[in-house]
């Protein structure tokens, strides 16, 4: 049992301000595996106080970005050495396969933090141009105090692609984890302390929406980064407009995998592992609905149904498991329910379905869909988790034409045996990411959605941009 009573607040251990606490119950066994305490309003003050007073009179926005790197250098040297910790953390209160977890619950997150602390010796924080009447200075200047709100599924990650850019731009930032699993960011806090990094320049405090909401609004805020939900990301991106404060958002997805005729099956129902079902399919970017040709769609329904019916599921913590439990038992129940829908709109279970794999615990079976329509629900929305949605296609415009006709646009790929024509297909997909026979998220390459799977991008250079303000100084010649 891993129990925190106190709040990581202005550099240290700060006693919550509330009574209330949030119970961390085991996906596996159902069980209380921790217990920290449920942030309040004025818990968010008093973090936003800190973050405030860090960011106005502290060193941190004033040292040159090589200092900066050079402390986040630490962080990231404490975090190599203890990841798998973190990865065991991870898997125990939000239930990813240990081996998924080891790499994106943990491995990347440092990478992620690691590429930003290498990038701060690169950048161009400033740079002289010529103006009409004389030089001018181009400066970039750290936006301020940072909200950094994320979710249950890949938290380290979430956070990492907020905190790393916003920490090498100069800012300092409060961060509001999820109430399913917010015991990774007790353990990144311990980190961040023995790192030196100065006081108040990163502040934890777990809670819910409401507290969540309030952090969005609060005065001493200067910018929202948000990783959730659409839903959530619409009410947040409307209260910063009211506010005119920059948010970037990173939301939902239901993103398509295009199997061309000429794709090697087995090796892309191999890929499909990972590109469709990473992280149990809690994943924005899993491509949950699978595109086949006609011509083939009794091949591919086959080895689709094979490969998901024989995956291991069971104990996330045990390394020859494939699919874990769903995080929370809500989770468990939307997803039944969508499979529920899937059912009820006539789309026919080819394999999983309704039984549990196991009596305890919130796990589904993994399960696809066949005789999927575009219409149907199971093909529209997101279901976050392990189930996925079998559609034919008639030529390849029409499954450019499917693929696009979504709501979301965040990930996708093509599975061909001519790359370089992968290539062309995937740039008619209008998403922010598609990969070409894989799929993966590189700490140096954007992510992000079209439509209503976000506003602006993390990762990459042009992750870093949103935590900066441009200024220009102009003088005469
Ligand atoms: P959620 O939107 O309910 O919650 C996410 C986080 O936001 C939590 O910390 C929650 O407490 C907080 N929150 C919720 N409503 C809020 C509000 N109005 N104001 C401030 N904070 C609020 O999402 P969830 O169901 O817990 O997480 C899963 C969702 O996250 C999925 O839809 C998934 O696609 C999305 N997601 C997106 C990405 C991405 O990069 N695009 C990555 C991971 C997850």
Request: net charge negative; aromatic share 6%; hydrophobic share 45%.
């Amino acid at each position: 049992m891993r129990e925190h009573d106190r709040l990581f607040i202005g550099g240290e251990w700060a006693a919550p301000s509330g009574t209330g606490t949030i119970d961390v119950v085991s996906p596996h066994t159902e069980e209380v595996v921790g217990r920290v305490p449920d942030g309040t309003e004025a818990d968010i003050d008093a973090a936003v106080a800190a973050a405030r007073r860090a960011f106005d009179h502290g060193p941190w926005p004033r040292m040159a970005p090589a200092e900066r790197a050079a402390a986040l250098g630490r962080l990231s040297a404490i975090y190599a050495e203890r990841q798998q910790e973190m990865a065991d953390l991870v898997t125990e209160e939000m239930g990813s396969p240990i081996l998924f977890s080891i790499f994106g619950q943990a491995a990347l997150p440092q990478m992620v933090l690691q590429y930003y602390v290498d990038l701060a010796a690169e950048f161009p924080f400033e740079e002289e141009r010529a103006g009409m009447l004389g030089p001018v200075t181009v400066t970039r200047e750290p936006v301020g105090v940072v909200a950094a709100i994320y979710p249950w599924n890949v938290p380290q990650f979430t956070l990492m692609m907020k905190l790393a850019p916003a920490l090498v731009a100069g800012c300092t930032v409060v961060a509001k984890p999820s109430p399913e699993a917010p015991l990774d960011g007790f353990l990144l806090a311990e980190w961040v302390r023995e790192a030196g990094i100065p006081e108040g320049v990163v502040n934890i405090v777990p809670a819910g929406r409401e507290v969540g909401a309030y952090l969005v609004e609060h005065p001493g805020v200067d910018k929202v980064a948000f990783t959730g939900s659409t839903a959530a990301g619409r009410t947040i991106g409307a209260a910063c407009g009211r506010r005119l404060r920059a948010c970037t958002l990173e939301l939902g997805g239901k993103s398509a995998a295009i199997i061309l005729p000429d794709a090697d099956l087995a090796a892309t129902v191999e890929g499909l592992k990972m590109a469709s079902l990473m992280n149990n399919g809690e994943a924005c970017a899993a491509q949950t609905r699978v595109l086949a040709p006609r011509s083939r769609y009794a091949e591919v329904a086959d080895a689709l149904a094979a490969m998901v019916g024989g995956l291991a599921v069971g104990d996330p913590a045990d390394y020859g498991t494939e699919i874990g439990p769903l995080a929370a038992r809500r989770q468990r129940d939307r997803v039944e329910g969508y499979i529920r829908v899937g059912q009820d709109e006539g789309a026919k279970v080819i394999t999983g379905g309704l039984d549990r794999p196991h009596d305890r615990g919130w796990y589904v079976a993994p399960t696809v869909f066949g005789d999927v329509t575009p219409d149907m629900r199971i093909a529209r929305e997101e279901i976050f988790g392990p189930v996925l949605a079998l559609l034919a296609y008639d030529d390849e415009d029409d499954a450019v034409r499917i693929a696009n006709d979504s709501e979301y646009g965040l990930g996708g790929s093509v599975w061909t045996a001519d790359v370089d024509h992968g290539v062309e297909v995937a740039r008619r997909i209008r998403t922010g990411s598609c990969g070409v026979n894989l799929y993966v998220l590189d700490p140096n390459t954007p992510f992000g959605g079209y439509k209503d799977s976000g506003l602006g991008r993390e990762l990459g250079p042009e992750g870093l941009a949103p935590y900066l303000e441009y200024k220009a100084i102009p003088r005469p010649a």
